[in-house]
């Protein structure tokens, strides 16, 4: 961090961003330059991939990056998760301390806020995410349920993440080489397949969620006929995901199979996308309150230090009058002479510098001293 000249800071890498939050007054080129000398990149080539925001700007930015409201994807929440393991490798660090902190936990109360108040996250944006979504709607026992996947690109890996991350029970995964299989969802598949093997095991399957790159289909009537009879009629779910398509359109004439395709889960996206803008337009609002917020707040933090000290100086008057008093009292005088006299020292020496001030600020015909003296004290134009 020092060769960054910041005095705290986290770094957030992601597939599609690298952000670097600091505080610290240091410019842009020497944050380039450090970065390029630390990743080995060429310095040109970073300047034409760089923004950089300061003050409220940057506060806003990382709102906006906390809240998926700057995602490729309006709304994910996985980018969160991601900024407060940055912001805890920070902490780990030492790197991230208070000022910084202050920040990243306001901002964190912003996107709660934003998570609780609007319905950025609510509504399914892919199709992956909305095939899951309909089969748990379908089955209310969802968790007991047994799901085989075929086909092992990044769709059926976004798909089997999210079978994880409903409960889903026991995922079965099928492709044509078991290899590529294992290197895309082996962390969420119970069990991987060969294609071949799909009708042997589809019996078992309550979903099942296709999505291959073959030009023909891959599931036809007749296997999905022999599934049901071995499932003695229990009821299945086929979500077709690929284009063109891996289920033959006939098996949507068996009684008991539920059969939908891209298209019809498109239609559920593109509503998912127009109410996560709408409810962009909702969060904004709160992001614009949040900021004016933290800008009053940093205001008055910014009054501390002299609080602080004008505290400290009238103290040292008080406790050195206090004790010319006490003085007094030991020599006999009369103590409602001394109180008087305490009385009229403290406002003597409370009131010299400032009416001294005032005086000149007249003289020089600094009006808005005066004006800022009364509303500071409470004194009517009079």
């Known amino acids: 961090m020092r060769e960054t000249g910041l005095e705290e800071a986290a770094l957030l890498s992601t597939c599609n961003r690298t952000e670097l939050y600091g505080i610290g007054d240091v410019s842009d080129y020497d944050l380039l330059l450090w970065l390029a000398r630390n990743r080995n990149l060429h310095f040109d080539n970073l300047r034409d991939a760089f923004y950089c925001y300061r003050n409220m700007e940057a506060l806003k930015h990382l709102i906006l990056v906390s809240s998926g409201l700057d995602s490729m994807v309006l709304g994910e929440p996985q980018i969160f998760g991601q900024i407060k393991s940055a912001y805890s490798v920070g902490r780990e660090a030492g790197t991230v301390s208070s000022r910084l902190n202050q920040a990243f936990q ?31 709607q379908i089955f209310t026992d969802f968790e007991s ?60 399957a ?61 239609n559920v996206v593109q509503d998912g996308l127009a109410s996560r803008r709408s409810a962009a337009d909702a969060a904004d609002v709160i992001i614009q309150q949040e900021i004016k917020n933290w800008a009053r707040h ?10 602080r000290a004008f505290r400290k100086s009238i103290e040292i008057i008080r406790d050195a009058e206090v004790e010319k008093a006490l003085m007094s009292l030991r020599r006999g005088q009369h103590s409602e002479d001394v109180i008087h006299k305490l009385a009229r020292n403290l406002t003597n ?32 134009a009079e």
């Open 298 to 307: 940093q205001r008055a933090l910014n009054a501390v230090d002299t609080i």
């Open 106 to 136: 306001y901002v964190f109360s912003t996107v709660k806020r934003i998570r609780t108040e609007t319905a950025i996250g609510q509504s399914p944006v892919s199709v992956a995410y909305t095939s899951v979504r309909l089969a748990r």
């Open 145 to 204: 349920k047994t799901t085989l996947l075929i086909g092992a690109g990044e769709t059926i890996e976004l798909v089997a993440k999210h079978l994880r991350d409903q409960g889903m029970g026991e995922v079965i995964v099928a492709n044509r080489t078991l290899s590529r299989a294992r290197d895309a969802v082996q962390n969420f598949a119970s069990k991987i397949i060969l294609l071949s093997d799909v009708p042997e095991y589809l019996y078992k």
């Open 206 to 266: 309550d979903i099942l969620i296709s999505s291959t790159a073959s030009q023909l289909p891959i599931l036809g009537k007749g296997v999905v006929e022999d599934a049901i009879k071995k499932r003695r009629k229990k009821p299945m779910l086929l979500i077709d995901l690929a284009v063109p398509r891996d289920i033959e359109s006939q098996v949507d004439e068996i009684p008991d199979v539920y059969l939908y395709n891209v298209d019809d889960l498109t």
């Open 349 to 380: 020496k409370l009131m010299h510098k400032p009416t001294t001030r005032l005086k000149l600020a007249s003289e020089e015909g600094r009006e808005d001293t005066i004006h800022v003296t009364k509303d500071l004290f409470g004194l009517t």
